[in-house]
T-cell receptor
């Protein structure tokens, strides 16, 4: 079956611009997670959705970052006023329920110039 | 000090060797322990999943968890060039609100033919 998909696969933007990153989870998975992976590091948690609601957003670094999942399926991570330090791979993962294994997508590589 | 420590390597071994990868952690609330494999420019792929202490074997892979020492290991037997990748340990708690995965830095492994 289809795995987690993320679009775009690569995004280059200029400092100060707004970007949106999309995640399509595995069909039927109610839990959805966003992580950020900097070069040479492991992924770091950003936010977790259970259904439509953000159950844990403790990993969002500041108020420039926001994520939504309006219908409990697709999620969008939004970054305002991008900074060079936001450059990283943004990974999305989903699981059937919160207790189950998380399956990761290929990531979106964001480069802020 | 990070919650999860993992030697970043790089680690280079000949084909057929036994590989040992390790992580230590500080949070005694962690109950679920995972090993992910990540190929270059791909998302992490789950290899092994263990609950609490003990050993788990799957083909050439064996995962060990020692909660008393806060130490987990992954052993790869009869290593193959296709095993060359970055290996990430990850863990999470069992209580409500602890679903996020906390990753190690990742160990870059190369198996030489």
């Amino acid at each position: 079956g289809a795995g987690v998909s993320q679009t775009p696969s690569n995004k280059v933007t200029e400092k100060g611009k707004y970007v949106e990153l999309r995640c399509d989870p595995i069909s039927g998975h109610t839990a959805l997670y966003w992580y950020r992976q900097s070069l040479g590091q492991g992924p770091e948690f950003l936010i977790y959705f259970q259904g439509t609601g953000a159950a844990d957003d403790s990993g969002l670094p500041n108020d420039r970052f926001f994520a939504v999942r309006p219908e409990g399926s697709v999620s969008t991570l939004k970054i305002q006023r991008t900074e060079r330090g936001d450059s990283a791979v943004y990974l999305c993962a989903s699981s059937i329920t919160r207790e189950e294994t998380q399956y990761f997508g290929p990531g979106t590589r964001l480069l802020v110039l | 000090q990070k919650e999860v420590e993992q030697d970043p390597g790089p680690l280079s071994v000949p084909e057929g060797a036994i590989v040992s990868l390790n992580c230590t952690y500080s949070n005694s609330a962690f109950q679920y322990f995972m090993w992910y494999r990540q190929y270059s420019r791909k998302g992490p792929e789950l290899l092994m999943y263990t609950y609490s202490s003990g050993n788990k074997e799957d083909g050439r892979f064996t995962a060990q968890v020692d909660k008393s020492s806060k130490y987990i290991s992954l052993f790869i037997r009869d290593s193959q060039p296709s095993d060359s990748a970055t290996y990430l340990c990850a863990m999470s708690g069992a209580e409500e609100g602890a679903q996020k995965l906390v990753f190690g830095q990742g160990t870059r492994l190369t198996i030489n033919p």
